[in-house]
């Protein structure tokens, strides 16, 4: 079965960097699209970022542009996620997913999730 594993987590001070992985397994995971999801206590889950098949196309949502990188390893079949300059509202559990043939910004879009990881932004 198809199986996404979220490690990389962890607390650190604003501004601070983390490198979030999500290893895949039950899948060819060169033929989807990943996606990155937040969510924080007593809020919606909400989209981070999205990357092509190929790795060529990425978007992000606007509150994370210019400080949240995406990228993917499909040989190692596992996607990342660079997180930098952390702030304070960062902080939520992060979750990948996939299922979906190209990109997109919608959790309803994409099948598979894996379980999440906490990201604790504090001073």
């Known amino acids: 079965q198809v199986q996404l594993v979220e490690s990389g987590g962890g607390s650190v001070q604003p501004g601070g960097s983390l490198r979030l992985s999500c290893a895949a397994s039950g899948l060819t995971f060169s033929s989807y699209a990943m996606g990155w999801f937040r969510q924080a206590p007593g809020k919606e889950r909400e989209f981070v970022a999205t990357?092509?098949?190929?790795?060529?196309?990425?978007y992000y949502a606007d509150s994370v542009k210019g400080r949240f990188t995406i990228s993917r390893d499909n040989a190692k079949n596992t996607a990342f996620l660079q997180v930098d300059r952390l702030r304070p509202e960062d902080t939520a559990n992060y979750y990948c997913?996939?299922?979906?043939?190209?990109?997109?910004?919608?959790?309803?879009?994409?099948?598979?999730w894996g379980q999440g990881t906490q990201v604790t932004v504090s001073s």
């Open positions: 990357i092509s098949r190929s790795g060529a196309t990425t």
């Open positions: 997913a996939t299922g979906a043939i190209t990109t997109k910004l919608r959790a309803l879009d994409y099948t598979y």
